[in-house]
C-alpha cells in the first residue's frame, strides 16, 4: 500500500502528480493514503498530521476529476480530522498550530464542492464561514460567484473585498489582487464577473465602474504608468528614504 513505508515521500510524490495532472493516479494513491491512517484507531501527532494533509489532497482531486459527492464526503472528514488534530496539537505541541494551514482554505474548498453540487445553502455557509475566519479573502468572494449563482449579496461582498485588496499588481505577466495574508485572486476572473453581474441588472452602476478601475489599473501598469507592485515599491521607497535620512 503507498505510503505505508514513508509517508512524507508519498505525500510528495502526490503533489508531484497533482501538478503534473496526472489525477487518475492521485486518486489512486490519495485513497488509499487516507484509508491507511482512517483504519488506525489510536493515532500519533505526526499521523494525524500526514492525514489530513492526504485528505486536503485528495478533496482537491476529487473535485478536479468532477466527483463532487466524493469530495463532499472527504472535505466533511477533513474538517473532521483538522479539528482532532487541532486538538492534539494544543495538547501536545501548540508551536505547530501556527504552522497548520488556514481552517479558512477547507471551508472555501467545501463551498466550491457544495456549490458543484448544487447545494446552495452548503456552499453559502461554507464561503460565509470561510470570509469569518479570514475578512477580506477576494479569492473567496470570487469563488462564491463562480460556484453559484450571480445574487446581489455575493457580488456586494466581492465589490467590497475587491475595494480594500490594495493595488492590481503584475506577476509574470499575470494581473492579481494579493490581499496582505490571503491568497491572490486574478484580475481577469474578477473583471469577467462584475461584467456578468453588470449585464443581467445586478448592482449594475458598482459592477460596472469597478471592472473599469481594474482594467484601467491593469493599463497603466502595461504602459509602465504605474509599477508593477505598488505596495512593494512603496516599502522600496520609504527604506530609501530612511536610509537617506541617516547617511547625512
Not at 485572486?185 to 471592472?211: D, N, P
Amino acid at each position: 500500500m503507498f505510503g505505508m513505508s514513508d509517508p512524507a515521500q508519498t505525500l510528495h510524490q502526490l503533489e508531484r502528480y497533482v501538478a503534473d495532472g496526472r489525477m487518475e493516479m492521485s486518486e489512486v494513491m490519495a485513497s488509499q493514503f487516507t484509508e491507511m491512517y482512517l483504519g488506525q484507531k489510536k493515532r500519533s501527532t505526526d499521523q494525524q498530521i500526514m492525514l489530513v494533509k492526504g485528505l486536503r489532497i485528495l478533496t482537491d482531486v476529487l473535485l478536479a476529476r468532477n466527483k463532487a459527492a466524493r469530495a463532499a464526503a472527504s472535505v466533511k472528514l477533513l474538517h473532521r480530522e483538522r479539528k482532532k488534530l487541532t486538538k492534539m496539537l494544543r495538547s501536545e505541541a501548540p508551536h505547530l498550530l501556527e504552522k497548520m494551514s488556514p481552517a479558512c482554505e477547507d471551508f472555501r474548498r467545501g463551498g466550491n464542492i457544495f456549490g458543484a453540487l448544487g447545494k446552495k445553502r452548503s456552499a453559502v455557509k461554507s464561503f460565509a464561514k470561510c470570509e469569518k475566519l479570514a475578512p477580506g479573502h477576494v479569492a473567496n468572494a470570487l469563488d462564491a460567484c463562480t460556484a453559484l449563482p450571480l445574487h446581489k449579496s455575493t457580488i456586494g461582498r466581492l465589490i467590497n473585498t475587491v475595494k480594500n485588496a490594495g493595488p492590481v499588481i503584475s506577476v509574470s505577466g499575470n494581473f492579481e489582487l494579493q490581499p496582505e495574508g490571503r491568497p491572490v485572486a486574478e484580475v481577469a476572473s474578477i473583471v469577467l464577473v462584475l461584467q456578468k453581474a453588470a449585464a443581467e441588472g445586478i448592482l449594475e452602476a458598482q459592477s460596472t465602474e469597478l471592472a473599469n478601475s481594474l482594467q484601467h489599473d491593469v493599463g497603466r501598469i502595461q504602459r509602465g504608468e504605474a509599477a508593477t507592485n505598488a505596495r512593494l515599491q512603496a516599502a522600496l521607497d520609504s527604506l530609501e528614504t530612511n536610509h537617506d535620512y541617516y547617511e547625512y
